[in-house]
């Protein structure tokens, strides 16, 4: 049998249904049988994606149980088949089944005891991660989005941007305050100082920058391999209010950002000021019905 094919082409929509074998939650008896019941009239009502003919068979077989999870078919607690079941549902190897569920255990929709088997994981909140990205996405690419330089110029350190930078109070500093717009309206407010050294073109090469996706892309910096990001929710003073146009105290995102050189010395340092009214996170936990 082709490794990764259906063990029976009478079933619609992708991979055959396991059947129960020795060993099976569904085939043991004891208190395991409702629930292996259970499982099994929910395995019976639903209808799973098809192999495409690029998916690795391991890959498919994961994102197959994956689907299930997310429809509920195995709830948390729940056993999955085990890999003898797996084996003969999917048509495949020992060494394919582990590859899948090692990609479950991956995406943390599964644990693993040993001498038990493979069980679903409840959600952990904890583990929810939000990306910057859900807040850069939604500007990057627009032709309505600008960057204005409200100011720049050579300052000399306070102790606490010499705290922030690790460098000696009174050390030259280039300091700059940018505007992000759309449509005219602000968005973003960000203050930054950066180590004046006239031997680097970072400086130079910042204050060119007049695009969003510009801004940050030199905030990250080519060539910067570190930083420490810190977002908070903050209310914005009196002078922040005015530059976002928005009424002093209103929300906002407070995203402090700290870039290191490759020799481990800090080059940068500031903060983002995000009108809480025009940005968001979120994120997904799980999986959702459809693999999604």
Known sequence: MA???????????????????????????????????????????AGYRGRTSHEPAYLHIANAIADRIGAGVYRPGDQLPTEALLRAEFGVSPMTVRRAISILLDRGLVTTTQGKGTFVRALDLGEAVFRLQEITDMWIGDDSVDVVLLEAGIVRATEEVAAMLECVAGAPTVFMRRLIRR???????????????????????????????????????????????????????????????????????????????FDGRRISGGVFLCRGDQFRLA???????NGE
């Open 3 to 45: 490794e990764g094919g259906n063990r029976r082409d009478d079933q619609k929509g992708g991979s055959a249904l396991p059947e129960a074998v020795e060993g099976s939650p569904s085939s043991q008896g004891g208190g395991g049988v409702p629930q292996a019941a259970a499982v099994s009239a929910r395995v019976a009502q």
């Open 183 to 261: 449509r005219e309206m602000p968005l973003v407010y960000q203050l930054e100082h950066v180590i004046y050294d006239e031997h680097r073109p970072l400086v130079e090469s910042q204050l060119q920058v007049m695009s969003l996706d510009g801004l940050l892309r030199s905030s990250g910096g080519a060539g910067i391999p570190s930083g420490q990001l810190t977002i908070e929710a903050v209310n914005l003073s009196a002078e922040e209010a005015s530059i976002l146009e928005v009424p002093e105290g209103s929300p906002a995102f407070r995203l402090a950002h700290i870039f290191s050189d």
């Open 283 to 289: 994120t997904n936990i799980g999986v959702l019905p």
